[in-house]
Each structure stands twice: as structure tokens, then as C-alpha cells.
């Protein structure tokens, strides 16, 4: 299992006397750098890699397939964001993805490709060699392959005509065949995480003694819980040592999928597989923008450069046509924004009212005046329904406002704030506006 280089940040976070603050950045929980919690994470390595899926699993969403200028458009973006590899697109013709990666070479990409896929189904039948020849010889750096079987088979734990010797056996086969062609094999497991962990670690095991590079663990159905993904992929790294590469991926159907990604990395697995905005099948996977964040921040290096993810997120966006829910982490449009001062409390850092400085990310933190302030109590602390917030920018400002004037203030801040169709706040210069527009009405 290579490591290379933490980034800056995970370097400072882990030689400082306070990792979990970095000032100006974020401020995160203590509690895991206690003793007892170091040694739950004992297994995580201090480097992660990741390997990006939007091409791939963007192709799963339904009705929002990109096309060839945008997937193009991506893998540059992608290229230049720190992934350790990019996942090529596997829903479209062979032809095509063939296409892709010669544009790619074209284009100068130096971020290795992978190739998802063939599917490898036990016992080996007919010509399955000439199979993932095709795949071969589509030029990607890595060849991901499936091992697939019946759903009938994982529920019995291969107690009917399939064995589980089958399986080793196919596995031990096609993976030596694999690594022949001189390409970096990482094969997966199909239902990884809803297979009882002895038949998984038997299986990967297989794949790890048979010369893969990397073994593909599945949370296909986006299912599993932080615990259970912590101790299966502890279970499955010793299985497959340290030598041998631990990718995981994980789908979002619970919401879950960034706190697995976690587990994962606490575990011991070292490469994450995520999408841009966890764009995917159903309810997508693990969000690249969170994850790295996320990572980073509790001194995990990732390699990614955290200041172009919010770009990354808004072309990746558009290229799919997708919408987004205004609190969406990173890149929405109400992550970065507070009403009034929001959990400032009187300090000017950005991390004391948002879960990570926006401007680690590529983005400003925006304070604004919206229906809470201008109609409602300002703070569930607040002692009364006055709006004290208002008062205070206009001293601040030197506004001499009377109180029939702030009145008018609060009435024209009140009707822009609800005509105002597409957002409804007012941003700081705008409120300063309205209330000059009223002090000066009255001087003429």
C-alpha cells in the first residue's frame, strides 16, 4: 500500500498541539484525536486516494446523460483536481469509450483512466478470455473487473450449484490471465457489503494472492452503516494485506455514504471512489466535494485541490443538467450564506458559523438579510422581536436614522425581500441602499 506525501493541510492538522483547529480554515471535533478514538483509527492510513466515478455512475442517472464536448469538459476539469484515477464512462458503446480515451491521450490526461469492467462470470465458459482482451485493448492504465453471480447465490452464501471453490478458482484464472497484459487489475466483487464477510475476505483474498493491484469493495444498494463498514473493511485489509490496494464504493440511497466513506478510511481502505456532487444511480454515491473535505480536515491527506472543487461542482452541474437543493454541502446555494451574523457570535472567521471556511473550497461566506431577521426573531436566543441586527448595521454605517425612517427602512426591505422571485434576502450593500435611498428622500 504506497503512501505519498500528505498535503499542507493534513501535515499541519497532524503536527500541531491543536489539529482539529485550523485557523481561518475549520474547527472540528476534538474528540478524535483521544487516545481511545486513535486507537478505533489505528488502521487509517495518513494518505487516501481517489478514484473519481462521475463519468461512470453520471451514466446511471437517468435522464441526465452528458455528452461528448461536456465528457471531455470533465475529464480536463477532473485532470487538474488531484484524483489518482478517472473512471471512463461504461454505459456507452465500446466504440465510444474507445473514442474517449484516444481523446484523452490527445488531450494530455495524466491522471490514469479505468476501464469498468468486463464482467467475470464462474465457472469460466467459452471464449471469456477474448472477453477481457476487448477491454485490454480499449488503453486504459487499469482494468476494473466484475465478478458476478446470483443474487440467489449471495443469499445462500453459495450453498447451491455454485461453490465457492468455483468462484476462487475463476478468480485465481482470469485475474493471472489479467495481469498478463501488463495492466493494473482491481477486480470488485458484486454485492460486496451484503455478503457475510468470511465468504467476502475468502474471495478477495483470491484476488489479492492471485497478482490484483486493488480489491473493489461494493455498497451497491448504499445500505451499509458506519460500524459494520469499519469492521468489514478492517476484516477485508487483513485479508488481503498491506500490500495490496483497498478501494470501496459507496451508493447514497440512506445518506449515508460520506460517513461510510469515513469508516472506510478508518478501517484501513486507501483508495475512495466518488462522483462531483455524488451524481449517480438512484440516490447517487459519495460526493468527491465532501469527501475530500471531509477527509482533510480530520488530517487525512487527499491530494485534492480543495480550492477549485466549488468550479468543479458548478460545471459538473451544468454538464448534467441537474438541480440542486440550495443546503446541498459545498456547492449549494445557501451552504456558504447566514442571516445576520449567524453563529459568528462576534468572531469574523468564517469556520465559527460554517462547517468549513467556504474559502477552502473556492467560495466566500455571505452574510445576508432575509425573512428571518426583516419578519421573525432574530436568534432563538434572542430576548425580544425587535430587530436589534438592522439597527446595529445602520450605526455601523453612520446612518442616523429616526424611527419613523426605520420604519420606512424595514417597510422597503420587507417588499424587496418578497418580490424578489429567485432569492429571497437581501445582500448587506443592498439593505445599505435602501436605507441611504430613505435618508437621503428625507434630507431633499
Same mark, same amino acid.
Given at each position: 500500500?504506497?503512501? !505519498?506525501?500528505?498535503?499542507?493541510?493534513?501535515?499541519?492538522?497532524?503536527?500541531?498541539?491543536? +489539529?482539529?483547529?485550523?485557523?481561518?480554515?475549520?474547527?472540528?471535533?476534538?474528540?478524535?484525536?483521544?487516545?481511545?478514538?486513535?486507537?478505533?483509527?489505528?488502521?487509517? +492510513?495518513?494518505?487516501?486516494?481517489?478514484?473519481?466515478?462521475?463519468?461512470?455512475?453520471?451514466?446511471?442517472?437517468?435522464?441526465?446523460?452528458?455528452?461528448?464536448?461536456?465528457?471531455?469538459?470533465?475529464?480536463? !476539469?477532473?485532470?487538474?483536481?488531484?484524483?489518482?484515477?478517472?473512471?471512463?464512462?461504461?454505459?456507452?458503446?465500446? /466504440?465510444?469509450?474507445?473514442?474517449?480515451?484516444?481523446?484523452?491521450?490527445?488531450?494530455?490526461?495524466?491522471?490514469?483512466?479505468?476501464?469498468? #469492467?468486463?464482467?467475470?462470470? +464462474?465457472?469460466? !465458459?467459452?471464449?471469456?478470455?477474448?472477453?477481457?482482451?476487448?477491454?485490454?485493448?480499449?488503453?486504459?492504465?487499469?482494468?476494473?473487473?466484475?465478478?458476478?453471480?446470483?443474487?440467489?447465490?449471495?443469499?445462500?452464501?453459495?450453498?447451491?450449484?455454485?461453490?465457492?471453490?468455483?468462484?476462487?478458482?475463476?478468480?485465481?484464472?482470469?485475474? #493471472?490471465?489479467?495481469?498478463?497484459?501488463?495492466?493494473?487489475?482491481?477486480?470488485?466483487?458484486?454485492?460486496?457489503?451484503?455478503?457475510?464477510?468470511?465468504?467476502?475476505?475468502?474471495?478477495?483474498?483470491?484476488?489479492?494472492?492471485?497478482?490484483?493491484?486493488?480489491?473493489?469493495?461494493?455498497?451497491?444498494? /448504499?445500505?451499509?452503516?458506519?460500524?459494520?463498514?469499519?469492521?468489514?473493511?478492517?476484516?477485508?485489509?487483513?485479508?488481503? #494485506?498491506?500490500?495490496?490496494?483497498?478501494?470501496?464504493?459507496?451508493?447514497?440511497?440512506? #445518506?449515508?455514504?460520506?460517513?461510510?466513506?469515513?469508516?472506510?478510511?478508518?478501517?484501513?481502505?486507501?483508495?475512495?471512489?466518488?462522483?462531483?456532487? /455524488?451524481?449517480?444511480?438512484?440516490?447517487?454515491?459519495?460526493?468527491?466535494?465532501?469527501?475530500?473535505?471531509?477527509?482533510?480536515?480530520?488530517?487525512?491527506?487527499?491530494?485534492?485541490?480543495?480550492?477549485?472543487?466549488?468550479?468543479?461542482?458548478?460545471?459538473?452541474?451544468?454538464?448534467?443538467?441537474?438541480?440542486?437543493?440550495?443546503?446541498?454541502?459545498?456547492?449549494?446555494?445557501?451552504?456558504?450564506?447566514?442571516?445576520?451574523?449567524?453563529?459568528?457570535?462576534?468572531?469574523?472567521?468564517?469556520?465559527?458559523?460554517?462547517?468549513?471556511?467556504?474559502?477552502?473550497?473556492?467560495?466566500?461566506?455571505?452574510?445576508?438579510?432575509?425573512?428571518?431577521?426583516?419578519?421573525?426573531?432574530?436568534?432563538?436566543?434572542?430576548?425580544?422581536?425587535?430587530?436589534?441586527?438592522?439597527?446595529?448595521?445602520?450605526?455601523?454605517?453612520?446612518?442616523?436614522?429616526?424611527?419613523?425612517?426605520?420604519?420606512?427602512?424595514?417597510? !422597503?426591505?420587507?417588499?424587496?425581500?418578497?418580490?424578489?422571485?429567485?432569492?429571497?434576502?437581501?445582500?448587506?450593500?443592498?439593505?445599505?441602499?435602501?436605507?441611504?435611498?430613505?435618508?437621503?428622500?428625507?434630507?431633499?
Amino acid at each position: 500500500m504506497s503512501e !505519498r506525501p500528505r498535503s499542507d493541510d493534513a501535515s499541519a492538522a497532524a503536527g500541531s498541539a491543536m +489539529p482539529w483547529h485550523r485557523p481561518g480554515k475549520w474547527l472540528v471535533n476534538p474528540a478524535y484525536w483521544d487516545a481511545e478514538v486513535q486507537a478505533e483509527r489505528a488502521a487509517a +492510513p495518513q494518505r487516501v486516494h481517489f478514484i473519481d466515478c462521475t463519468l461512470s455512475e453520471g451514466d446511471d442517472c437517468v435522464g441526465h446523460q452528458p455528452n461528448w464536448n461536456t465528457r471531455l469538459g470533465m475529464i480536463e !476539469r477532473l485532470d487538474a483536481i488531484g484524483l489518482g484515477e478517472i473512471t471512463m464512462p461504461s454505459h456507452v458503446t465500446f /466504440g465510444e469509450e474507445r473514442d474517449l480515451i484516444k481523446a484523452c491521450r490527445r488531450m494530455g490526461v495524466k491522471t490514469r483512466l479505468v476501464a469498468k #469492467g468486463p464482467g467475470v462470470v +464462474p465457472p469460466l !465458459r467459452g471464449d471469456w478470455r477474448s472477453i477481457i482482451d476487448r477491454h485490454v485493448d480499449m488503453g486504459t492504465e487499469v482494468i476494473s473487473p466484475i465478478v458476478k453471480w446470483s443474487y440467489a447465490d449471495t443469499l445462500s452464501d453459495f450453498t447451491g450449484a455454485l461453490s465457492k471453490s468455483a468462484v476462487v478458482e475463476a478468480i485465481g484464472e482470469s485475474v #493471472g490471465y489479467m495481469k498478463r497484459h501488463r495492466v493494473r487489475v482491481v477486480p470488485w466483487m458484486v454485492d460486496s457489503m451484503r455478503s457475510p464477510v468470511d465468504t467476502a475476505c475468502l474471495f478477495f483474498k483470491a484476488m489479492a494472492e492471485a497478482g490484483a493491484d486493488g480489491v473493489y469493495i461494493v455498497d451497491s444498494r /448504499g445500505n451499509s452503516a458506519p460500524l459494520a463498514t469499519r469492521h468489514y473493511i478492517r476484516r477485508v485489509r487483513a485479508a488481503v #494485506g498491506e500490500k495490496c490496494d483497498v478501494y470501496v464504493q459507496h451508493h447514497n440511497d440512506l #445518506g449515508v455514504a460520506t460517513a461510510n466513506a469515513m469508516a472506510d478510511v478508518e478501517g484501513g481502505a486507501n483508495w475512495i471512489d466518488a462522483s462531483v456532487l /455524488g451524481i449517480g444511480d438512484r440516490g447517487g454515491c459519495v460526493a468527491l466535494e465532501e469527501a475530500a473535505v471531509l477527509f482533510e480536515m480530520y488530517g487525512i491527506a487527499t491530494g485534492i485541490k480543495l480550492d477549485a472543487l466549488y468550479d468543479l461542482c458548478r460545471y459538473v452541474q451544468t454538464a448534467y443538467g441537474v438541480q440542486l437543493p440550495p443546503w446541498k454541502p459545498i456547492a449549494g446555494a445557501n451552504w456558504n450564506k447566514e442571516e445576520g451574523w449567524g453563529h459568528l457570535d462576534g468572531s469574523t472567521a468564517a469556520e465559527a458559523t460554517v462547517g468549513v471556511s467556504p474559502k477552502v473550497v473556492g467560495r466566500d461566506f455571505e452574510a445576508v438579510i432575509g425573512t428571518k431577521i426583516l419578519f421573525g426573531r432574530e436568534r432563538s436566543s434572542a430576548h425580544t422581536d425587535a430587530p436589534l441586527f438592522l439597527r446595529e448595521l445602520l450605526h455601523q454605517w453612520n446612518i442616523p436614522a429616526t424611527e419613523d425612517q426605520f420604519q420606512v427602512i424595514l417597510l !422597503r426591505a420587507r417588499a424587496a425581500v418578497a418580490t424578489t422571485h429567485d432569492r429571497h434576502y437581501l445582500t448587506f450593500d443592498e439593505f445599505r441602499s435602501i436605507s441611504e435611498g430613505v435618508i437621503l428622500a428625507g434630507r431633499g
